[in-house]
């Protein structure tokens, strides 16, 4: 399985980037020097070549991705036999997991985006992209796949006055709407009602909503016809729940629209869950899920239909750390849900980093004495040269012999015999791309969070990191291989939950905008002083990682009112 060696480059801890950090002073003079260079003087419409000194460099492209490096893309065909060529990185997000989510939005396409048996009529998408050629038409948007009318009589399509729903919405018409949940929704503990819906016009709340940068998001589809004398659904708004959804697939795309087409994809991983039937719905239905909507919502934008997106070709298709001994306690619920371990290892890994003691607290390692120390000495500030320690594994049973120095070739920095570090292995389905490879399980590793967080241009990767606490003591057992340690050492004693990224530029005031899963070994596992100079030994010669051949300093643990209650806090199956 590791027979073909990753292209591993050097990562950073996920939560040292140094762009979070904020911006280096810059001196007037440096200005100065900087706008005489670029030939400002007098020329104050003229563009500079280069970054202006003391600007943040914003750590995500927002350029749309091309085809072929893309997540699959999604309207997908879902009819029999139909077939697709890539292979995702992200995990597929289950029905319970969705229903986790907060609801953010509610809008609907004009006919349906995906194809199934029950929609598959294409009269209308044919007339309109024969007359666009491939520009929007003035006025109107792009019809999707219809259910049949061939059935219908003359009454069931007599023409109904809408009220509430706007543009091109009839009697006869499919529309797919789009339930869409997502962990960025707004914040649940703001209401008495912890399933209380706070919806929004759009997808911003569901892309960067609460300032989250890597948002899960589920978008539910339905299609619905509007037919004279169908059933009657007095709640179209959750109609996904309501109406039932018992024919459905579930699969990795992306966000659709008529924006996107087989040349410009979506930088948005999604998971799908789509019913194949097609439900008959009465037109009073229909207007009262637009009088919902508005009256209820304020959601007046999405009024109207929104035009589909072709179907995608082929070939697209397919706050921590947290105290975790008994009896420690959490305030917060929280809006993500949390990857299961198979969920975690279908997602590639991109990056091998260890801190200076363990950043979680269990039972097995809870020895705060280096960290209250260096905190003591710091007063706050971080000590030239040094990393912030935290917790370790107890030394009280360790003779002299185990705790003999150990002259290490390839690991730098403070790493020493009797000490513990968390090894921290990051999952991310933006890894980069295993189509490229031979080998589907190969690691493909890129530069910490720039790897983890917006590899291949995708803007809301899932990211699990496994955190595993090694001892270094002489004569304790030999692994080979711990840049997988978690699979080849094992992790029975684990638990998974909802956090966010650690390390030291964090703290209790200042806090990451990424969501975390985190699955956390409670033991402490004592390895050779061989054993962890390999690890550097591999990550060095094997993947050129030499930045993370150094500790990275520990966070400090974060007040209860801020990590995840303890009823999210699950054994790790």
Request: contains cysteine.
């Amino acid at each position: 399985m590791w027979s073909r060696l990753p292209n591993l480059v050097t990562g950073l801890a996920l939560g040292l980037a140094a762009w979070s950090v904020g911006v280096d002073a810059v001196t007037c003079g440096e200005l100065k020097t900087f706008y005489k260079n670029e030939q400002c003087c007098g020329q104050p419409t003229q563009e500079v070549s280069a970054p202006v000194p003391g600007t943040a460099a914003c750590p995500y492209s927002f350029a749309k991705p091309a085809c072929s490096t893309a997540e699959p893309q999604t309207p997908r065909d879902l009819t029999a036999g139909a077939v697709g060529s890539m292979t995702p990185k992200a995990a597929t997000l289950t029905d319970d997991q969705a229903n986790f989510l907060p609801l953010v939005n509610v809008h609907f396409h004009l006919g349906a985006e995906h194809k199934t048996e029950a929609y598959s009529d294409d009269t209308d998408s044919i007339a309109y992209d024969a007359a666009s050629s491939g520009r929007r038409l003035a006025g109107n948007v792009r019809p999707g796949f219809m259910c049949s009318k061939s059935s219908l009589n003359a009454n069931q399509l007599a023409a109904y006055n809408f009220t509430y729903c706007k543009g091109d919405v009839q009697v006869g018409k499919s529309y797919e709407i789009h339930y869409v949940h997502s962990s960025a929704g707004m914040d649940n503990n703001a209401t008495d009602d912890m399933n209380a819906d706070l919806l929004a016009d759009g997808l911003g709340g569901a892309a960067n909503g609460r300032g989250l940068l890597n948002p899960m998001i589920v978008v539910q589809g339905q299609i619905f016809q509007i037919v004279n004398g169908a059933a009657t659904v007095d709640d179209m708004l959750h109609g996904w729940t309501v109406v039932g959804h018992d024919n459905s697939v579930m699969y990795p795309g992306s966000t659709t629209g008529q924006s996107h087409d087989n040349e410009v994809c979506s930088p948005y991983s999604i998971t799908w869950h789509v019913d194949k039937d097609c439900h008959q719905v009465s037109p009073e239905s229909f207007d009262n899920l637009c009088k919902q909507m508005s009256e209820a919502y304020g959601m007046y934008a999405d009024l109207y239909p929104h035009g589909s997106r072709k179907l995608g070709w082929v070939i697209q298709l397919c706050k921590t750390p947290r105290d975790l001994t008994a009896g420690a306690v959490g305030s917060m619920t929280p809006k993500a849900a949390t990857l299961t371990d198979d969920q975690a290892n279908f997602l590639p890994l991109v990056n091998v980093h260890f801190h200076l003691g363990a950043e979680h607290k269990t039972e097995a390692y809870s020895d705060d004495t280096d960290s209250i120390a260096y905190d003591a000495a710091s007063s706050g500030r971080r000590l030239a040269g040094n990393v912030r320690p935290g917790f370790m594994c107890s030394k009280s049973s360790l003779n002299a012999n185990q705790l003999a120095a150990y002259n290490f070739t390839y690991c730098k920095g403070d790493v020493q015999v009797g000490k513990s570090y968390e090894i921290h292995y990051v999952h991310s389905s933006a890894g980069m791309d295993n189509n490229a490879t031979d080998e589907k399980n190969a690691d493909l590793l890129a530069d910490g969070l720039g790897g983890a967080a917006n590899g291949r241009g995708l803007l809301n990767p899932m990211i699990v990191v496994q955190g595993q606490i090694f001892q270094i003591v002489n004569g304790a057992a030999t692994v080979d291989d711990m840049l997988h340690g978690w699979t080849v050492v094992g992790h029975d004693n684990s638990v998974m939950y909802p956090g966010s990224t650690t390390g030291q530029s964090h703290d209790n005031e200042v806090c990451s905008p990424y969501s975390i899963t985190w699955h956390v070994d409670k033991d402490c596992h004592q390895v050779s002083p061989e054993s962890f100079d390999n690890l550097c030994k591999q990550m060095s010669e094997a993947y050129g990682m030499y930045a993370d051949l150094y500790p990275h300093g520990s966070r400090k643990l974060v007040s209860s009112q801020y990590v995840v209650k303890s009823e999210f806090v699950k054994p790790l199956a």
